[in-house]
RNA sequence: GUGGCCGUAGCUCAAUGGUAGAGCUCCAGAUUGUGAUUCUGGCUGUUGCGGGUUCGAGUCCCGUCGGCCACCCCA
């Protein structure tokens, strides 16, 4: 009977949020003309390894199957996306604008913000090396976190370039392959003290000093920098990012831009997060496909955290669900001898897209009332002595009316009740 | 993985080492054809679990599990 630690139970109420923060996902996602793919649940072992290597099983939910066979819930999407862009890359026009919204898996102390179970939006453009498909993608990040009521005001997308960093080192005269191990460094400029910063830094040479001169004037090593900027100013998106230098993103594969989204406050970890990995696909595949690209990914935590402590995209979020009652028509049947009668009308209204609810054992008017009223239902319609006519009540404003049996539909139809698309 | 704080009814929380309680929620009735309020009644406990100290433990001690927070990590 016990919930595993990291795992969640979505009630009603936990549903409609998520199904929220799914659904606008999903709308953003096409708006950008982005296509849904989705993959299986459980994926081999292997396939984490070969791209965060051996240290990654710990963090994984493995076991063996019955098969012998080493498998793990997935913790992320790329590798799977992976495997389906080499299986079948010839059969789709480049670039590939694709989206999923895994429920993922991580074997994680969980804390605010992580849990051990999350569905993780994933974004990712295949097949296309310019700089306008990295504006691309983080106006897409940004017109999603907008869709949920966030202002300039709630984030702030914080946008670097690796390649920036490389060229500083090569000015230096460092050598490319310790160019992962100083970007490590700058990964954690902010978190550590600076006498162990600059300890490390001592290893390339490099003063503290140095590096802050960088980030706080990057000079001529921002050419691709400028052209997102041109591409996101374009679309009016300019006071939603900003240039920092101190975001690398900590994993290896990243090449080119990378950004991380951040609420205002700080007060909360990464919204989201991506870049470029230009070489993931080609070394995943061991070189059979070789193809340009890049993504983002955001979680339904932290995402769900910002919304509750922000009030107007708290609001807009209880609206929508507000809008999405159970049901829109309560049969109130009054007299047991109507049962049959009321059951056949909310056959019909179900047919015709209709929600519709009742009670399912007899039960009081005034429970029933009740009932229609916690359904969310806008209307009831009362079978009972007025037979044949039924009695119509709009429940916000107590307004009551009788109508002939056979004219339900037409009544209904006064009465703007939409069907609503879920 | 490391450290700090916390685990009592479905929820929020009381109870000096001395009989485990309150509010809310829920259910029923007052009210046999109309939703609110009110009133009345009712349900819910191995005090997370296991051990120890004690005449006696919800309370003190140890362990363990779970939760929150910070660190590590963060695909």
Same mark, same amino acid.
């Given at each position: 009977?016990?919930?595993?630690? $990291? /795992? ?6 936990? !549903? ?7 659904? =606008?996902?999903? &709308?953003? !996602?096409?708006?950008?003309? /982005? ?10 072992? &292997? ?22 066979? %080493?498998? %793990? ?30 429920? !993922? ?17 994933? !974004? ?8 306008? *498909? ?12 907008? +869709?949920?009521? /966030? ?8 946008? +670097? ?7 500083? #080192? ?6 490319? @392959? ?10 954690? #400029? &902010? ?26 004037? @990057?000079?001529? =090593? ?11 100013? %374009? ?51 061991? $070189?059979?496909? +070789?193809? =340009? ?12 955290? #910002? ?11 209880? =609206? ?6 159970? %049901? ?14 009321? #059951? ?31 359904? $969310? ?6 079978? $009972?002595? &007025? ?22 539909? *037409? ?12």
């Amino acid at each position: 009977m016990q919930l595993l630690p $990291g /795992f969640r139970d979505f009630f009603p109420e936990d !549903c409609a949020r998520r199904n929220y923060i799914l659904a =606008h996902w999903r &709308e953003v !996602c096409r708006r950008y003309g /982005f296509v849904e793919y989705d993959g299986p649940v459980l994926e081999t072992e &292997e396939l984490y390894r070969k791209k965060s290597g051996d240290e990654i099983v710990k963090q994984l939910f493995n076991f063996c199957d019955k098969g012998e066979r %080493a498998v %793990a819930m997935r913790p992320e999407m790329t590798p799977t996306l992976a495997r389906m862009v080499a299986t079948r890359e010839r059969d789709f026009k480049k670039p590939m604008k694709w989206f999923s919204m895994p429920q !993922c898996f991580r074997y994680e102390k969980q804390q605010r913000g992580r849990l051990r179970e999350f569905y993780q939006l994933n !974004c990712d453009i295949i097949g296309e090396p310019s700089v306008a *498909a990295d504006a691309e993608m983080i106006a897409l990040v940004i017109d999603v976190l907008r +869709s949920f009521g /966030f202002t300039e005001n709630d984030f702030v997308v914080r946008v +670097s370039d690796r390649d920036a960093w490389l060229a500083f #080192l090569a000015a230096k005269n460092i050598d490319v @392959p310790r160019g992962q191990e100083f970007l490590q460094i700058v990964d954690k #400029l &902010e978190r550590e003290a600076p006498e162990a910063v600059e300890a490390k830094l001592k290893s390339f040479g490099l003063t503290l000093d140095e590096v802050r001169a960088f980030i706080a004037n @990057p000079g001529e =090593h921002l050419e691709k920098f400028n052209e997102l900027s041109a591409e996101l100013n %374009a679309r009016g998106l300019n006071a939603f990012y900003q240039l920092d230098p101190t975001i690398v993103r900590g994993l290896a594969y990243y090449t080119g831009i990378v950004f991380e989204v951040f609420d205002r406050s700080k007060k909360l970890r990464a919204l989201a997060g991506g870049g470029r990995y230009d070489n993931l696909l080609r070394d995943m595949s061991d $070189g059979k496909v +070789s193809l =340009h690209a890049l993504g983002f990914g955001m979680g339904d935590v932290v995402l769900g955290e #910002l919304i509750n402590d922000t009030p107007h995209a708290l609001e807009k979020m209880q =609206h929508w669900i507000e809008q999405r009652p159970a %049901a829109q028509v309560y049969l109130v049947i009054a007299k047991e001898e109507r049962r049959s009668t009321a #059951l056949a009308d909310a056959q019909r209204l179900r047919e015709l897209g209709f929600r519709v609810d009742f009670s399912l054992t007899p039960s009081k008017v005034g429970k029933q009332f009740q009932a229609a009223e916690q359904s $969310g239902a806008r209307v009831t319609i009362l079978y $009972g002595d &007025e037979w044949p006519n039924v009695k119509f009540k709009t429940l916000a404003t107590r307004d009551e009316f009788l109508a002939a049996h056979d004219s339900l539909i *037409a009544k209904l139809d006064e009465l703007k009740l939409t069907i609503e698309e879920f």
